[in-house]
């Protein structure tokens, strides 16, 4: 079992930034992928980043260079900073792994941006 809990959530102006976090415990190790996904209401969760097990990392178009995600193997966190930011990126942002057959998520964290 995997337990995921997101934090870092809030209300930002257009333009600012925030720093979400996903602290990972169980069974987890550095060899999961990590991801990032994002939710409006009646629409469905869309991938926003993802971070391998090699370090490598993958973005959405919409938010590539403007956001950051990164993992600290040693604490089994990972971030997502996301800069310049816009009222559509307003949704619930989820962390999600995978082990085995399994898929869990965290219970997410709201992001608003507006004025």
């Known amino acids: 079992q995997v337990q995921l809990v997101e934090s870092g959530g809030g209300l930002v102006q257009p333009g600012g930034s925030l720093r979400l976090s996903c602290a990972a415990s169980g069974s987890i190790s550095s060899t999961n992928v990590m991801t990032w996904y994002r939710q409006v209401p009646g629409k469905e969760r869309e991938w926003v980043a993802t971070?391998?097990?090699?370090?490598?990392?993958m973005y959405t178009a919409s938010v590539k260079g403007r956001f950051t995600i990164s993992r600290d193997v040693a604490k089994n966190t990972v971030d997502l900073q996301m800069n310049s930011l816009k009222p559509e990126d307003t949704a619930v942002y989820y962390c999600k792994t995978d082990l085995g057959l399994s898929t869990f998520w965290g219970q997410g964290t709201q992001v608003t941006v507006s004025s």
């Open positions: 971070v391998t097990s090699s370090g490598s990392t």
